[in-house]
């Protein structure tokens, strides 16, 4: 009887241990997948917002483990990247080069979950026509409502061709300096004089970055934001500065929704944070949620 005791415990042992350090190695994006965040989004629909978030936010993750982790942080909205792993079951890079395939399976995750794939990008629109309209197709059939992109000055033409024809919002991206868009200033100088729905998707941790400040920047562009990529960083001017919770940085945070307020600003702010991996992310993002939705809530009223 003992000799079979002991041999169930170092079986239940042998079992167990294991178990525990997968747990510990890579604990859950977050904590269910079916919604355990419930968000009061009725002061973001007064306002126009729709918070989601940039899916490199969540990078260690195939994209459709990252559509599970927005659904669970109440994030209906999400805009994809070009070379995230499309799923556990499929490590293609996904891309607008997706199989016919691959682009049912996502569509059909989408519908299951409710989560809208609303922007794509970074991503590159040439000068050439046939390069960039392949961009617009996929857009097109995914049912993507803006790209975001950071083309180089010659490929304008093009892109006013493309968004006037198939009716889909061109966002112009900011990376740190030395980047071709770095300055608002070059962003302006490139859309003033286009078709509005050719305009900025202003990435505020990077105006940081770059030492300007984003509501002076946002009051540049007013009337052409489209979107954001939403940041708060813990440093002013400097390039490695790392993101933390909004609301608890040096970017102002609640003056830039309130300068989005002000210029009536209507779409995507998705949230982009670079620090951190598994559940510390998760909570970081969740602490994001958290603080718009109360500052939306502010402004609202």
């Excluded at 899916?55 to 942080?73: G, H, M, Q």
């Excluded at 059939?141 to 061709?161: G, L, R």
Aim: charged content about 30%; proline content about 5%.
């Amino acid at each position: 009887m003992h000799r079979m005791i002991a041999t169930v415990l170092v079986l239940t042992l042998t079992l167990s241990i294991p178990a525990l350090a997968q747990t510990d190695a890579a604990p859950a994006p977050a904590p269910g997948a079916t919604g355990t965040t419930k968000r009061d989004i009725a002061a973001s629909k007064q306002l126009g917002w729709r918070l989601g978030t940039q899916a490199y936010t969540f990078r260690a993750l195939s994209l459709f483990e990252t559509i599970d982790t927005a659904k669970s942080l109440g994030l209906r909205y999400v805009e994809a990247y070009p070379g995230q792993r499309m799923s556990k079951e499929d490590p293609t890079k996904f891309n607008h080069d997706a199989s016919p395939e691959q682009r049912a399976a996502l569509k059909q995750k989408l519908k299951d979950t409710g989560v809208v794939l609303w922007q794509y990008g970074v991503v590159d629109l040439p000068r050439d026509e046939a390069a960039a309209r392949k961009v617009f197709d996929f857009a097109k059939e995914m049912d993507i409502k803006t790209i975001v992109s950071e083309p180089k000055e010659d490929a304008f033409d093009t892109i006013e061709k493309l968004v006037k024809e198939y009716d889909i919002k061109v966002a112009i991206h900011n990376h740190p300096r030395p980047s071709r868009y770095w300055n608002p200033d070059q962003v302006l100088t490139v859309i003033k004089d286009r078709d509005p729905r050719i305009g900025a998707c202003v990435d505020t941790g990077h105006w940081m970055r770059s030492g300007i400040k984003p509501v002076d920047a946002m009051k540049k562009l007013d009337g052409r934001i489209i979107s954001f990529h939403f940041k708060d960083l813990g440093e002013f001017d400097r390039k490695e500065a790392q993101d933390i919770v909004w609301g608890t940085g040096s970017g102002d945070a609640r003056g830039v929704l309130e300068e989005a307020k002000r210029q009536n600003f209507k779409g995507l702010i998705a949230i982009e944070y670079e620090a951190g991996s598994g559940q510390e992310l998760v909570d970081n993002v969740r602490k994001c949620v958290e603080w718009f939705d109360q500052t939306a809530k502010e402004l609202a009223e």
